[in-house]
């Protein structure tokens, strides 16, 4: 019995993972001027040829499809690509007119007289077998998918054109004259077991097709239709990788703090010449100017978010108190004083809804801690150590928190609440001449970020099972650097150049 499969192609692994049941949305919206908008098409009627389309594009790219299992969101690229390619499977101009030919009642399902004689067009059963079996079969056979529009309602309206579907065929068994074509249906996804049969042996006469699974209204005749390629690869992530340096500009005179409170948001956070906390910011689309948050600090701040739109600063002040500065969502507070004798500037996590941990540098070179519960301040807390410069810290999940520092003998040093108990101190190795920072894009994922010898950032990372050697990610930086993540995989980093200019690197 001949067989023949495209290579490497099979509906569960290799179609869409979702099925042509999108919401009540349009397919398009174009903007009008004036800024009015106006949809065109519904999503709701199916979108299978596009989906047809998108699979045969990931195919021929030797790309994997996104493993979404729902239909994307209207608007979102993949969902814009899917329209995409299901206006360029209708054919137009004159791809809806196959449909409408072959839907025509007057068009018989047999051949007579008048369609032998070339007298009239032949009917359904002698265009699948005579005219488009050969084309998929070629396709089949040369390794290449092959797009079928499926005719399955008798009508002379337009507006039925709809009812019809489009699958593509990536296999045939040939028994006799029995034929089994296999089929990815966007209408039963990760579905390997749908097929259409028919007898090739009689194209004069009335062909029955059937579909299985059927849907009640199985087609009554099909045709192959012109597909041209096009590269999904913008849909596929781009493996993760660290970024050059982009300079931000602004005139520093310590290193940066930075905090996110959504995808996409950073918050910068810096000493200006003027000794004032300066406030620089990412929207998801553009960086803002400088905003002058006042104060007098005496070194780099520390700033978290424990919330949307809620932003806490913390910085050493000339009394060398450590002192507190938030953004509420609509305005800034004035700065608070939380005492205390510190000797470097602070750093702060957070492990819940209002709850802020700080950790900072005190006379005796110790770490020194003082928490916000959500309704008042504690007191300071002595952790020991021997630190020579300002501390980093960070959470990854509740009552968590991660703390580091660089020793005496210029190792970055690590020390770690579990819920009960703080760990001792872990010697991390490396030569730093600066504090470390922190950040974590995941449970149980530290990312720790210091100054080498070279002025280049270094960094070293844990991955929930062992610690990493530290990597050389270049840079000229005169300071501590800053770091902190908005999602999985995603790492933003600021520091202080040679030039006294705010300098961003990210991983992602």
């Known amino acids: 019995m001949p067989s023949s499969f495209v290579p490497g192609f099979m509906p569960s692994t290799t179609g869409l993972h979702f099925d042509n049941n999108f919401p009540h949305e349009p397919d398009l919206t174009i903007t009008l001027p004036g800024g009015a908008t106006i949809g065109i098409g519904d999503a709701s009627n199916g979108l299978c040829g596009g989906m047809v389309y998108t699979a045969m594009d990931f195919h021929g790219a030797g790309l994997t499809p996104p493993p979404d299992n729902s239909p994307p969101a209207g608007g979102s690229p993949f969902f814009n690509y899917i329209v995409r390619r299901l206006f360029d499977s209708f054919g137009l101009p004159l791809g809806p007119g196959r449909y409408l030919w072959l839907m025509n009642p007057a068009l018989p399902d047999h051949e007579t007289w008048a369609s032998q004689a070339g007298l009239a067009p032949h009917g359904h059963a002698w265009v699948m077998i005579n005219e488009e079996w050969p084309k998929i079969r070629m396709d089949i056979d040369s390794g ?67 579909y299985s699974p059927s ?22 992530a781009a493996p993760p990788r660290w970024h050059d340096w982009e300079p931000l500009g602004g005139t520093i005179t310590s290193g940066v703090a930075a905090a996110s409170w959504d995808t996409n948001r950073l918050d910068c956070f810096l000493k200006g010449t003027d000794n004032h906390m300066w406030h620089k910011w990412w929207d998801g689309f553009a960086w803002s100017g400088w905003e002058d948050l006042g104060g007098v600090i005496d070194d780099t701040p520390a ?45 702060v996590a957070s492990w819940d809804a209002n709850r802020l941990d ?25 952790l020991g150590g021997v630190i020579v410069d300002a501390p980093g810290a960070v959470s990854w999940g509740p009552n968590r928190i991660d703390c580091f520092g660089r020793g005496t003998d210029n190792h970055m040093w690590h020390k770690w609440w579990d819920g009960v108990n703080w760990s001792g101190w872990e010697d991390q190795g490396g030569t730093i001449l600066s504090g470390p920072s922190v950040a974590s894009w995941a449970a149980n994922r530290l990312d720790c970020f210091a100054k080498g010898t070279d002025n280049h950032m270094w960094h070293k990372w844990w991955d929930g099972a062992a610690w990493s050697g530290w990597e050389d990610l270049g840079g000229v930086i005169d300071n501590a650097p800053g770091a902190v993540s908005w ?3 995603r790492i933003d980093c600021f520091a202080r150049g040679m030039d006294n200019e705010m300098f961003h690197e990210w991983y992602g």
């Open 144 to 210: 290449r998918l092959s797009p079928l529009g499926l005719v399955k309602i008798r009508s002379l309206n337009a507006g039925d054109l709809g009812h019809n579907h489009q699958v593509v065929a990536y296999g045939y068994d040939l028994n006799g004259n029995d034929l089994t074509l296999h089929l990815y249906d966007p209408n039963n996804h990760d579905n390997d077991n749908v097929t259409m049969s028919l007898n090739i042996g009689d194209p004069m006469h009335t062909t029955t097709v059937t």
């Open 215 to 236: 849907d009640g209204m199985d087609p009554f005749c099909f045709f192959r239709t012109d597909y041209a390629f096009a590269d999904p690869s913008s849909l596929v």
């Open 303 to 347: 700033a978290i978010s424990w919330g949307p739109n809620r932003i806490d600063c913390f910085a050493r002040g000339t009394d060398s108190h450590m002192w507190h500065k938030w953004w509420d969502g609509a305005n800034w507070s004035g700065w608070e004083d939380l005492g205390g004798e510190i000797t470097a500037g602070p750093a």
């Open 358 to 382: 700080c950790f900072a540098k005190g006379t005796a070179n110790h770490l020194w801690h003082k928490w916000y519960d959500g309704s008042s301040w504690s007191g300071w807390e002595d």
């Open 487 to 489: 999602g999985p995989n």
